[in-house]
């Protein structure tokens, strides 16, 4: 079956600009899960839905950061008023609860 | 909070057999994960340990001491096309994943 996709696959932006990002997970996944990957670092944890419910969302980083997930499937992060420092990939991985988590292929975002 | 360290470079034969270790600091403790990375792909699922001691899947044996807060990945006859990053990672409590930095193995001829 089809893996996790993510659109778009590149964003270029404004600085204050906002944008989403979308996240396609795998059938039948319940979690799905945002992290953050700059160059040379690991994903970092931004926020993870199991279902429709933000099960936790400790690390966005600021308000300018929102997910929802409305109908436990698609998911979109949202961030506003966007900053420089907000450039990185954007990962979304999606799982069956306590197994292992499958990438999609990210989203890279340049804010200029 | 939780850490991870890793060394952030290796360079191995292509052939040869590579270890990248992992020590990390965590409450709740669940078990070790390793991901793979390529330049410019997802990370891609490798091993899982919740338990002590070694699991082996073709190549790439997983390994985890939970009394020594340590684990490694070890690479039996490298192909080119094991060069990535790879990542250890820490599944503690109700707490996603938390990641190292990643080891860069660079496989030379």
């Known amino acids: 079956g089809a893996g996790v996709s993510q659109t778009p696959s590149n964003k270029v932006t404004e600085k204050g600009k906002y944008v989403e990002l979308r996240c396609d997970p795998i059938?039948?996944?319940?979690?799905l899960y945002w992290y953050r990957q700059s160059l040379g670092q690991g994903p970092e944890f931004l926020i993870y839905?199991?279902?429709?419910?933000?099960?936790?969302d400790s690390g966005l980083p600021n308000d300018r950061f929102f997910a929802v997930r409305p109908e436990g499937s698609v998911s979109t992060l949202k961030i506003q008023r966007t900053e420089r420092g907000d450039s990185a990939v954007y990962l979304c991985?999606?799982?069956?609860?306590?197994?292992?988590?499958?990438f999609g292929p990210g989203t890279r975002l340049t804010v200029l | 909070g939780q850490s991870l360290e890793q060394p952030s470079e290796v360079t191995a034969v292509e052939g040869a057999i590579v270890q990248i270790n992992c020590t990390y600091q965590?409450?709740?403790?669940?078990?070790l994960s390793w991901y793979q990375q390529h330049d410019g792909g997802a990370p891609t699922f490798l091993s899982y340990n919740g338990l002590d001691g070694l699991e082996e899947t073709g190549r790439f044996s997983s390994f985890l001491s939970r009394s020594d807060s340590y684990g490694y990945l070890l690479l039996q006859e490298l192909q080119m096309k094991d060069s990535a990053s790879y990542f250890c990672a820490v599944l503690s409590g109700n707490t996603p994943l938390v990641f190292g930095k990643g080891t860069r193995l660079s496989v030379i001829a």
């Open positions: 965590t409450s709740g403790f669940y078990g």
């Open positions: 839905f199991q279902g429709t419910g933000a099960a936790d």
């Open positions: 059938s039948g996944h319940t979690a």
């Open positions: 991985a999606s799982s069956r609860p306590g197994n292992e988590q499958f």
